[in-house]
């Protein structure tokens, strides 16, 4: 039995092209096709989603827009619902930049490897591509690899291979609109599924003025999801940074065994590790690890990140003796964050 794979397309105010795309589809031989309405106004739209449904397409509506996210959730469940034995689904958008032959070969790819999600990546150093696209796509796609460890050449792709058991776990994943496709290649890497790279054409339209990715308002509801990375770790450095200082001046004329930097160091850490420790593993990082295991590995390396902080600063301190011991500590302590980050995602809470 052929493995079935519909294509999902979602749609709000699409234009002609979105009927030139089942055109080609159809003459392709590609269905189903399932076209989500996503609260398009049906005045001035209904006559587009007329003629999808007269070239064979189940058309889901919404009845306001809720965004690309719930769409893609909406033709999952219908999908997953309808289509007892589908490998699983290939997204699309309906703005013309996907063509029947790339819709293709990423369908070829998750019939090859029916666990993975499959990427059609467009190559963004052509020419003739709009500026905005090409910065915000190359800028997620470094930040993403950053600060979630996943390296991917198009974060932004709306072509999609994604397996049946994806589908059913993306019905409960956070995200409404655009982030919901951000939130997608975090999931994929956290649970273990391999991400496959099909290169397909580059096609901007008339500029790209037919999409409804607004690059301030989306980029916020994108970025949002990295920086809670930062928020946890500037909190506690700040935390950290503000105790550092009171116990320097608190200890720094006391009598004791060890450096006063030190122990103000180690006094510190230990409560700003703590705050740290707690949020990134319920808030950051959403560990479903041990707690106990994620805790004796976090308690290893803050030791270690203290210890080298200490030294560190005392070193530096020592070769400049007539500055601020915190000026010193600030870009000690930015290195060693990357460093913890690094650790963290990948050993402590993974």
Same mark, same amino acid.
């Given at each position: 039995?052929?493995?079935?794979?519909?294509?999902?397309?979602?749609?709000?105010?699409?234009?002609?092209?979105?009927i030139d795309l089942m055109d080609e589809l159809k003459k392709a !031989?590609?269905?189903?096709?399932?076209?989500? =309405?996503?609260?398009? #106004?049906? *005045?001035?739209? /209904?006559?587009?989603?007329? +003629? @999808?449904?007269?070239?064979?397409?189940?058309?889901?509506?919404?009845?306001?827009?809720?965004?690309?996210?719930?769409?893609?959730?909406?033709?999952?469940?219908?999908?997953?619902?309808?289509?007892?034995?589908?490998?699983?689904?290939?997204?699309?958008?309906?703005?013309?930049?996907?063509?029947?032959?790339?819709?293709?070969?990423?369908?070829?790819?998750?019939?090859?490897?029916?666990?993975?999600?499959?990427?059609?990546?467009?190559?963004?150093?052509?020419?003739?591509?709009?500026?905005?696209?090409?910065?915000?796509?190359k800028l997620t796609s470094r930040v993403m690899k950053v600060l979630?460890?996943?390296?991917?050449?198009?974060?932004?792709?709306?072509l999609r291979g994604i397996s049946a058991d994806f589908c059913r776990?993306?019905?409960?994943?956070? !995200?409404?609109?655009?982030?919901?496709?951000? =939130?997608?290649?975090? #999931?994929? *890497?956290?649970? /273990?599924?391999?991400?496959? +790279? @099909?290169?397909?054409?580059?096609?901007?339209?008339?500029?790209?003025?037919?999409?409804?990715?607004?690059?301030?308002?989306?980029?916020?509801?994108?970025?949002?999801?990295?920086?809670?990375?930062?928020?946890?770790?500037?909190?506690?450095?700040?935390?950290?940074?503000?105790?550092?200082?009171?116990?320097?001046?608190?200890?720094?004329?006391?009598?004791?065994?060890?450096?006063?930097?030190?122990?103000?160091?180690?006094?510190?850490?230990?409560?700003?590790?703590?705050?740290?420790?707690?949020?990134?593993?319920?808030?950051?990082?959403?560990?479903?690890?041990?707690?106990?295991?994620?805790?004796?590995?976090?308690?290893?390396?803050?030791?270690?990140?203290?210890?080298?902080?200490?030294?560190?600063?005392?070193?530096?301190?020592?070769?400049?003796?007539?500055?601020?011991?915190?000026?010193?500590?600030?870009?000690? #302590?930015?290195?060693?964050?990357?460093?913890?980050?690094?650790?963290?995602?990948?050993?402590?809470?993974?």
């Amino acid at each position: 039995m052929d493995k079935l794979i519909p294509v999902i397309i979602p749609a709000y105010e699409p234009d002609e092209k979105l009927i030139d795309l089942m055109d080609e589809l159809k003459k392709a !031989g590609i269905s189903p096709v399932v076209v989500v =309405n996503d609260g398009s #106004d049906n *005045k001035t739209y /209904g006559s587009i989603f007329s +003629e @999808v449904k007269k070239r064979g397409a189940v058309v889901l509506t919404h009845a306001v827009n809720m965004g690309k996210g719930r769409a893609l959730k909406s033709a999952f469940n219908y999908c997953l619902n309808e289509y007892e034995f589908m490998a699983g689904v290939v997204t699309a958008d309906s703005d013309g930049q996907h063509r029947p032959e790339d819709i293709k070969k990423c369908m070829d790819a998750l019939i090859k490897d029916d666990r993975a999600l499959v990427l059609g990546v467009r190559n963004f150093d052509e020419s003739g591509i709009p500026a905005r696209s090409v910065f915000g796509n190359k800028l997620t796609s470094r930040v993403m690899k950053v600060l979630s460890g996943v390296s991917i050449s198009d974060t932004q792709t709306g072509l999609r291979g994604i397996s049946a058991d994806f589908c059913r776990f993306l019905l409960t994943e956070k !995200g409404e609109r655009f982030e919901f496709e951000t =939130n997608m290649l975090l #999931d994929a *890497k956290d649970i /273990g599924i391999k991400i496959i +790279e @099909v290169p397909i054409s580059t096609i901007y339209l008339e500029e790209n003025r037919s999409s409804h990715f607004n690059p301030i308002v989306d980029s916020v509801r994108i970025y949002a999801i990295f920086l809670k990375f930062l928020f946890s770790s500037l909190s506690s450095s700040l935390v950290d940074i503000v105790l550092f200082s009171i116990f320097c001046i608190l200890l720094k004329n006391v009598q004791l065994p060890i450096g006063y930097i030190m122990l103000s160091t180690i006094l510190a850490r230990v409560i700003s590790a703590a705050c740290n420790f707690l949020i990134n593993y319920k808030v950051v990082f959403k560990s479903r690890g041990n707690t106990a295991s994620s805790a004796v590995k976090y308690v290893a390396l803050a030791i270690c990140i203290m210890l080298l902080s200490g030294f560190f600063v005392s070193t530096l301190h020592g070769m400049a003796p007539g500055l601020p011991e915190f000026i010193v500590k600030i870009p000690v #302590d930015c290195i060693l964050f990357l460093l913890g980050f690094f650790i963290q995602r990948e050993f402590v809470y993974k």
